[in-house]
C-alpha cells in the first residue's frame, strides 16, 4: 500500500509539473472563484531576502531563487517549523540559458544564467483564510497575471508531501 | 594577433579557474601584503538583495546566488555603469547537488540545490583604494577565511575582460 501511495503521489507531481509547463493564459475571474489562491502579486517581493537558488533540469530547464519577507526569513534562520501566518515566499523562475558573453571569456561553455522570467509562484501563510490547503495560499503568475485556477489545483497536492519542512520545498542557504 | 590574444585570455581565465578550486587555506597575513584585497567579510552581506543565481557547470559545478548592497542594486536597477564607489556584490557559491527529498516527490532527478558552501567572493568599489584594479577589490573567502592573496591576483585579469559591465559578470535577474 505504501509503494503504491508513493507511486500515486509521483504521479500527481509529474501531472503538476506537467501542467506547469503548459503555457496558460491568465484569467483572474476564473482564479478567484473556486478556491482561494493567491491572485495579486505581493508587493515589494523583488525586494525581498534571499533564501536559496534552485535549478529545475530537464524539461522545465529553469533557474532561479526563492525569497522570503521579514518573516520567512525570521522563521527560516530560526529553523523554526511551521512558518507562522504573514510569510510570504517567493520563488522567480527563469530559464536555465548559457551566458554567451561570459563563456566567452572563460573559453569553454560553463556559466549558466537566468533567462527569460517563465513565471513567480507564492506561498502566503494564513491559517484561516487557506485552512482548506494546509494554511498556505498558492500563487502562480505568468506575465504579472494569475494562471487559470486549474493550473493551481495541483500546489497543494505536490507541496503538502515535504511534510518535514512545512510543505516548503527549499531550504535556507547558510 | 585578437585571435592570440583572445586565447591567452582563455587561458588566463581557465587557470584562474582551476586555482580557485583549489583548496587553499585563509592566510590573512600573506592577503593583507601585497595587494589591496578584501580581506574581510563584508558585514551584514547574508541581508543584501538578490542580483541574479548562477550555475557554474563542469568542475566547479557550483550553484549560488550573487547579492548587492543597496548601493549596487540602486545602480543595477537603473542600469547605469559604472558602478558607484559604494557598491559591494557578493557571490555566495555552494556545490550543486541533488535535492533527494525533493526528487523522492518529483519522482526523478530533477531539483538541484546549494548544497556544502565552497566560497564567498566579494567586489568592492572604492575608485581610490583599488586603483590599481579598475577601482575594484577583490575578496576570496573559504570558512569565513580569505584565501592566500596568490590565489586572488587572477581575479582582476579575468574580470577586467567583462569591459561592458564595468567587470561584473552577473546581470540583473528582473
Known sequence: VKHYAFFVSAIVAIAGLLIFTVPAPGHADEATAAAPYVTEMPQGYRDYQWVSSAHEAGNLNSLGAVLGNDIAMKAYREGKYPFPDGTIIAALHYKNVPSD?????????QSFVPG???????????????????GWGFGFFENGKPV????MKSCYPCHEKATDTDMVFTRYAP
Open 101 to 109: 558573453e561570459n563563456n566567452k571569456i572563460f573559453g569553454k561553455v
Open 116 to 134: 527569460a522570467p517563465t513565471n513567480i509562484q507564492f506561498m502566503i501563510k494564513n491559517s484561516s483564510r487557506y485552512a482548506a490547503t494546509g
Open 148 to 151: 487559470a485556477a486549474a493550473s
